[in-house]
């Protein structure tokens, strides 16, 4: 199995904060994708990392991998209360996902 | 609106009881995984289907069952519900087997007293 542990586990901001979220791999990434997930809601699809290297952005949202540190970091600029919720990493064919991050911006 | 569908919202039932949770995917895809999340596992997969056959298998307990039918619905199967049972289950359909983006439901919250 393959274990992906997400830091922080939680984080308060101001709202036009920058941000990063952590997802570290115990295996070779071979593909990593991130979520967002509104409380008690279904997650939604952000980004698909495929390449060591890749960098990925929509809006104000960026997604890094670095196969070599099995680790995928994400990064929101200027961040807004709509970036509320939880993200989440998702690796091996998507049948493993991290622990999350619940992110809260304050007005 | 992902396009995915599932029923009930919400189900409170007793323990050693049996429910059937059902999910239609997303017109046209073949691909359907189901996952339970609670508070204190996070997002467990469970299992996923291709086109009505079962493609992989996670963490699913011997007294939960699945099938994909030939329309491509989905059902979970979850009996001798015992209360660690409680969580939310989540169905996401993808257009291919392997990589790709996932399209997830609502979720039924499943609350085992």
């Known amino acids: 199995s393959q274990e992906l542990e997400q830091s922080p586990q939680s984080l308060i901001v101001q709202e036009g904060k920058n941000l990063t979220i952590n997802c570290t791999s115990s295996?070779?990434?071979?593909?990593l994708y991130w979520y967002k997930q509104k409380y008690g809601e279904g997650l939604i699809f952000l980004m698909m990392?495929?390449?060591?290297?890749e960098e990925k952005s929509h809006e104000k949202i960026t997604a890094k991998l670095d196969e070599k540190k099995q680790q995928s970091s994400l990064h929101i600029t200027a961040s807004q209360p709509s970036h509320a919720g939880i993200y989440l990493c998702?690796?091996?064919?998507?049948?493993?996902f991290g622990t999350g991050t619940s992110l809260t911006v304050i007005p | 609106d992902s396009g995915v569908t599932q029923t009930p919202k919400h189900l409170i039932t007793a323990t050693g009881q049996r429910v059937t949770l059902r999910c239609s995917p997303r017109?046209?895809?073949?691909?359907v995984y189901w996952y339970q999340q609670s508070l204190d596992q996070g997002l467990q997969f469970l299992i996923q289907?291709?086109?009505?056959?079962?493609?992989a298998k996670g963490n699913i307990l011997e007294r939960f069952s699945a099938q994909q039918f030939p329309d491509l619905h989905s059902e979970l199967n979850l009996s001798s519900l015992e209360l660690g049972d409680s969580a939310l289950y989540f169905c996401?359909?993808?257009?291919?087997?392997?990589?790709?983006?996932?399209?997830f439901g609502e979720g039924s919250r499943l609350t085992v007293l």
């Open positions: 295996k070779t990434l071979y593909g």
């Open positions: 996401a359909s993808s257009e291919l087997a392997g990589n790709g983006e996932l399209f």
């Open positions: 289907y291709y086109n009505g056959e079962e493609r």
């Open positions: 017109s046209g895809d073949l691909s």
């Open positions: 998702g690796a091996g064919n998507q049948f493993y």
């Open positions: 990392l495929q390449k060591g290297g």
